[in-house]
């Protein structure tokens, strides 16, 4: 008996590493951005960088904040608003530039728990933030908190409806990025959004082709990509996905004043008759 309830406790406790963390402790977005400097990812980031140079420059405010993709500040760079909040749950050598710099400010904070105040964030990026983390919805429910009334939520994601999404159904059990991600469905996405009153202004996807490094490859089944971006235009591997945080509108109530009670006037013949009767028989009784 005592060797069962030892058994217990062990198993009860809590895990050291996260699914998305390596026992050598590198953290899952580490492997993101090796991932990203790959001719792959190099690849796959223009395409990204293409829809959101022509999303962010239509965003306006005062605060950005920016979630993953920390070690890319290019990503977020055509946005008109000056000061960038780049949000890692760990300090890397890399991000101590961007630190010192006066229009950018790094927090170091756990993405379920920003260190940041609620309704101040104009536009939050979310450069797969989703995909590598074992409470996305929490981590949505978190910037949703942050960001204003009229602000803008934009987010990036790998999209199990593609290709890519495929592959993955045979590599899910890798370790390797992009294919250890959670893959989630731009539709849930937009499901959490409505259910934390985001208005879903639009989603875009791009990369369409093969997950390949090979150009004869790619060139091959160029036609393949060609007639999903066409008529299949929602299953390319990567998602952009823009959202607005709905105001709150009241309507006003007047309040109830008091009022003085209106006197309604009509005639009293027979009173004033009587009154003037009883008033005669007084004087004759004098």
Known sequence: MAFVSCTERVMALPRLFSSFQSVHGQHSHD???????????CKVFEEEK??????????FGYHLMQLGGSRLPQLSASSPIKHRIF????LAEELAGNAEDQQHSLVLSRVTELAVATDSIDVAVLHHSLDFHNDPQGI???????????????????NPWSWWGGIRLFLK???RCPWNGNFLSPYRVSDWL????FQIEGCECVCYGLPTENPKVTKAFSWVAGLA???LSQTGAIYIVVATKRVATFTPIKPKRFRSPSLVS???KGLAGSTSRNSLNRTDRH
């Not at 949505?140 to 790998?158: H, S, W």
Request: avoid cysteine.
């Open 87 to 90: 949000v890692e749950e760990h």
């Open 266 to 268: 009509f005639p009293l």
């Open 50 to 59: 293409t829809v959101l140079d022509q999303v962010l420059p239509e965003l």
């Open 31 to 41: 492997l993101v951005n090796q991932w990203y400097k790959t001719s792959l990812g």
């Open 229 to 231: 971006k066409r008529w």
């Open 140 to 158: 949505l429910r978190e910037v949703a908190r942050t960001v204003m009334p009229g602000g803008e939520i934009v987010i990036v994601g790998f």
């Open 194 to 197: 409505n259910l934390l009153d």
């Open 173 to 175: 059990k890798s370790s």
